[in-house]
């Protein structure tokens, strides 16, 4: 399968504070990229879905200016949260697809967020 | 109604036995369906995708599609202690690049 690189696995941050997360396509160009959100025990939750060169389009509750969402290249997605706080605490995971439809999705390795 | 169903679990089976995973899916459009393998901690790996009704191989695995009832299957076949983890069951409509993920069906393997 393709490779999604994602970066930090962890990261621990001051309430407050910003933190970017980075999705990378290693071997294939992703013209389409997600965020998921996923707290302990649940499944995943759509954040919302990246398209190269154009803006994210959201999933509904998912404030845009909290999370950033930037796909400024055919192999590079980067999320942004900005003013964390503790309840912002979780397993945020990207996926990459070809771009075309009906194809699969592959995950990077999650970044574990630890809001204190 | 939840678009993308599955059965929470957990789901246990002897080692070496077979274990049926099942999810439905309420959009008759739905046209790609994948089934991921999510360790605890870990995000999801892809094991298999199916399109046409009917069964797909691959290996160990078997994933079965009904268009007609809404439903897709995994089976596995002589499961093993590592194959315990969470299942998750997707789904891609026609024309999106959206994925609607099931809750997910805990797997225990029991050696």
């Known amino acids: 399968g393709a490779v999604v690189s994602q970066h930090p696995s962890w990261v621990i941050c001051k309430s407050g504070t910003s933190v970017k997360i980075e999705c990378r396509s290693l071997d294939f160009q992703a013209t389409t990229m997600f965020w998921y959100r996923q707290f302990p025990k649940q499944s995943l939750m759509l954040m919302a879905t990246s398209n190269e060169g154009s803006k994210a389009t959201y999933e509904q509750g998912v404030e845009k200016d909290k999370f950033l969402i930037n796909h400024a290249s055919l192999t590079l997605s980067t999320l942004t949260v900005t003013s964390a706080h503790p309840e912002d605490s979780s397993f945020y995971i990207c996926s990459a697809s070809r771009g075309t439809t009906n194809t699969e999705a592959f995950f990077g390795q999650g970044t574990r967020l630890t809001v204190v | ?111």
């Open chain 2, 1 to 111: 109604q939840k678009e993308v169903e599955q059965n929470s679990g957990p789901l246990s089976v002897p080692e070496g036995a077979i274990a049926s995973l099942n999810c439905t899916y309420s959009d008759r459009g739905s046209q790609s369906f994948f089934w991921y393998r999510q360790y605890s901690g870990k995000s999801p790996e892809l094991i298999m995708f199916i399109y046409s009704n009917g069964d797909k191989e691959d290996g160990r695995f078997t994933a079965q599609l009904n268009k007609a009832s809404q439903y897709v299957s995994l089976l596995i076949r002589d499961s093993q202690p590592s194959d315990s983890a969470t299942y998750l069951c997707a789904v891609n409509g026609p024309g999106t690049y959206k994925y609607i993920f099931g809750t997910g069906t805990r797997l225990k393997v029991l050696a």
